[in-house]
């Protein structure tokens, strides 16, 4: 989740503004630990500013399981998965991509699990559309994307990806109505299937937009957001994720 304008501390809790007068249907909220990092976190940046800051680690079991991050910038609303969540989440796509001969997978402004995914399989074709240019380093595998600008990507990815994971960057139906729009550019026609990551509020406008319905299974985020988040699919996932929630 990311954006260029600064975070907003009202009433001690922290939203992040889109632009021009759309507002969020959920603010992001953060519980007292959060914000007190947060506040950390923006006097440190006043002191120093570094165009890449130090990656950070996210351990397994050993130094052989750890996954390198760089880590997250909070001005441009970037928060990371907790581990449980990324191995959740990068297992079932690993899972589903041997569904499709020569799969392609897309990961929408979730920089987390693009670099859990290829930990589990250097080989996946994984492309990330991500506006941080710090994920650059990737090469060929990042593209840019911001959000505002739903189809201003390279044709070379109109429908071609068989699995999309998308993790909007704000709470508002604006915002999923555009990311929406990039799911239909890079989604095959033929046969694909999606993983959305977003609030709890958003249930309504997923169904809508994307005929998607939550999973029992709940992402949670290490900088421990107070919104409840849920992961929308559009197929059956069987007994994985815990089945789909009962209506």
């Known amino acids: 989740m990311e954006k260029e304008d600064e975070l907003l501390k009202l009433n001690g809790e922290v939203s992040a ?9 959920d603010p992001l909220v953060f519980s007292s630990q959060a914000l007190a990092a947060l506040q950390e976190f923006l006097a440190d940046q006043n002191k120093t500013v570094s165009s890449t800051p130090p990656a950070s680690s996210v351990a397994g079991g050993d130094d052989s399981e750890k996954v390198e991050l760089v880590t997250e910038d909070w001005r441009l609303s970037q928060f990371w998965y907790e581990p449980e969540t990324a191995e959740t989440v990068a297992e079932e796509v690993v899972t589903l991509s041997n569904r499709f001969s020569g799969c392609r997978i897309a990961c929408i402004a ?5 670099v859990y995914l290829k930990k589990k399989d250097p080989s996946l074709q994984v492309q990330l559309l991500e506006y941080d240019m710090r994920f650059e380093q990737y090469g060929s595998e990042f593209t840019f994307y911001d959000y505002n600008e739903p189809e ?5 990815l109109k429908h071609c990806f068989h699995i999309i994971v998308a993790d909007p960057p704000y709470l508002s139906r604006e915002c999923l109505e555009r990311v929406s729009q990039t799911i239909s550019f890079l989604a095959s026609p033929v046969d694909s299937l999606l993983l959305l990551l977003t609030g709890e509020v958003q249930r309504e406008h997923a169904a809508e937009l994307l005929s998607v319905r939550p999973c029992v299974f709940k992402p949670h985020h290490s900088s421990k957001l107070g919104n409840e988040f849920r992961l929308f699919v559009s197929y059956d996932p069987g007994t994985r994720l815990g089945g789909l929630e009962e209506d």
């Open 17 to 25: 503004p889109l632009d021009g007068d759309v507002e969020d249907d």
């Open 110 to 114: 979730c920089p987390t699990l693009y």
């Open 152 to 156: 201003d990507l390279p044709l070379q």
